[in-house]
């Protein structure tokens, strides 16, 4: 890997986020999370190789948190609070990096990339719900629980920071960029 992404990745420590974040981070980032289809390539038996999100194609980490029609448009939301129309890459190492590295500008790169952990971290945590516990799919829930997770983290970690979870959450513009 070039050195340049090595030292992006490397920045994965440094972001405010608790640490099992940042290892579910680096394993997603490395393909390292137990999809199916990492499991299946373990040798392990899956019965249903479907991402269970939209029961269309195979779960592996490209399609479901970045690919699938059920998390897509979580990305493209999220783009629309920084004015970003840009295609977005399909695995998680360029996923990531673009999320770093080529953002409009003004846009707090490292507040972004915890973005993108949360988002993530809340994908797999509500892949695992529909998994184990048969829950259904709700992208505005997911959503919340996403931007709850990320207000927590920076309330948490900046002590500047002092906004109520309301009025961050009404003008995600400004939390992304100022
Ligand atoms: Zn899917």
């Known amino acids: 890997m070039e050195e340049r992404q090595e030292l992006e990745f490397g ?9 099992k974040t940042a290892v579910f981070t680096w394993r997603l980032i490395r393909d390292r999370l137990p999809t199916k289809t990492n499991l299946r390539r373990r040798k392990i038996e899956v019965d249903d190789m479907l991402c269970p999100f939209c029961r269309n194609k195979e779960e592996g980490a490209d ?4 690919n699938c029609s059920k998390t897509l448009p979580l990305w493209w939301e999220s783009m ?5 129309t840009t295609a977005l890459p399909q695995n998680p190492r360029d996923h990531f990096l673009q999320h770093g590295t080529e953002l409009a500008e003004g846009v707090k790169s490292k507040r972004w990339k915890c973005w993108w952990t949360a988002l993530t971290w809340t994908i ?3 892949r695992n719900k529909v998994v184990f516990q048969n829950a ?3 992208g505005s829930k997911l959503m919340d629980d996403a931007l709850l ?9 900046d002590k500047d920071f002092t906004l109520h979870f309301n009025q961050w959450s009404s003008n995600l ?3 992304f960029c100022n």
């Open 11 to 19: 920045e994965i420590w440094k972001l405010k986020i608790p640490l």
């Open 63 to 66: 399609h479901l948190f970045f």
């Open 80 to 84: 629309s609070w920084v004015n970003l």
């Open 124 to 126: 797999w945590q509500h």
């Open 136 to 138: 259904t799919f709700h």
């Open 149 to 157: 997770l990320l207000w927590s983290w920076t309330r948490a970690m």
């Open 173 to 175: 513009k400004e939390g």
